[in-house]
């Protein structure tokens, strides 16, 4: 089944063609990969193999496979997901990577997360930071929804609110001690080399950002004059757009670093105000 599905796949052109064969299949044995693997040799139920064809044909439609199976790992915790929400990339976990090197796990913080979309950087940041408190602030009410029931399943629901408004501006951002930040940022120039998959299922509003990408963070370097001295922005960008968010954020704050991400690209920005 999985050669056949990998191989079907393969020359559908998707993208992870094993990858998504042996999550599908995963998912409908309800069981982990590795287990699956191990035990490769085991005839399927034919239950068990209907689901899995209904799946993997959906799969060879273009459907991202976190959106088939409901779920997608961030940080080493299991989120929900669905297409009111973007699926979680694993670079953004640099930005988790920052807050536990720079504050350590009984730090007692106000934090932001502006468009939190999943919630995937809001409850991270709860479950690791077990004294803070997390405000999750984003336009959609149901990307709300799926981040509240995601708070709820990692046992930080108590000490989050979630915010509907755009931005920062419905906020008092005079206690707030970190920002996360991870705004569409993809230029809309980049829309005819994207893989369609993300094109045709994932949310256009949490990707594009105008030509250069940089709308939403413009908007947001005007909703934060008012954060303390000493708090922290920290967000995600296109490895195109390092020098433009110096330049953005420069005026407003007394430091503005461009980290790059595994393979030296320039990904995350720190502001420090």
């Given at each position: 089944?999985?050669?056949?599905?990998?191989?079907?796949?393969?020359?559908?052109?998707?993208?992870?063609?094993?990858?998504?064969?042996?999550?599908?299949?995963?998912?409908?044995?309800?069981?982990?990969?590795?287990?699956?693997?191990?035990?490769?040799?085991?005839?399927?139920?034919?239950?068990?193999?209907?689901?899995?064809?209904?799946?993997a044909w959906r799969r060879l439609q273009g459907e991202p496979v976190a959106y088939l199976v409901g779920s997608k790992e961030f940080y080493g915790l299991d989120f929900i997901v669905s297409s009111d929400v973007l699926i979680p990339r694993p670079e953004t976990e640099g930005i988790i990577d920052l807050v536990r090197e720079n504050f350590p796990a009984d730090a007692a913080l106000s934090v932001l997360d502006i468009g939190t979309g999943s919630g995937v950087l809001a409850i991270t940041c709860a479950y690791f930071l077990r004294r803070s408190r997390v405000v999750a602030l984003d336009v959609s009410r149901r990307a709300l929804n799926v981040a509240r029931v995601n708070a709820v399943r990692h046992g930080v629901v108590s000490r989050m609110l979630f915010v509907q408004a755009d931005l920062a501006g419905a906020c008092n951002l005079a206690g707030v001690d970190l920002v996360?930040?991870?705004?569409?940022?993809?230029?809309?120039?980049?829309?005819?080399?994207?893989?369609?998959?993300?094109?045709?299922?994932?949310?256009?509003?949490?990707?594009?950002?105008?030509?250069?990408?940089?709308?939403?963070?413009?908007?947001?370097?005007?909703?934060?004059?008012?954060?303390?001295?000493?708090?922290?922005?920290?967000?995600?960008?296109?490895?195109?757009?390092?020098?433009?968010?110096?330049?953005?954020f420069a005026p407003l704050a007394r430091k503005v670093d461009v980290l790059p991400d595994v393979t030296g690209r320039d990904r995350l920005v720190a502001v420090v105000f």
């Open positions: 089944m999985l050669r056949l599905w990998e191989r079907r796949f393969l020359e559908k052109g998707l993208d992870s063609p094993r990858l998504s064969a042996q999550v599908l299949l995963a998912h409908v044995l309800g069981i982990d990969r590795l287990s699956m693997l191990l035990d490769s040799c085991d005839p399927v139920p034919a239950n068990v193999l209907q689901t899995f064809e209904d799946l996360l930040a991870n705004l569409p940022y993809v230029p809309e120039s980049f829309r005819s080399a994207m893989s369609p998959e993300v094109i045709r299922y994932e949310p256009a509003s949490a990707l594009f950002a105008g030509v250069d990408g940089l709308n939403c963070y413009r908007a947001l370097s005007g909703g934060l004059l008012n954060l303390k001295s000493g708090a922290i922005l920290l967000c995600e960008i296109d490895s195109s757009q390092g020098e433009a968010m110096r330049k953005l």
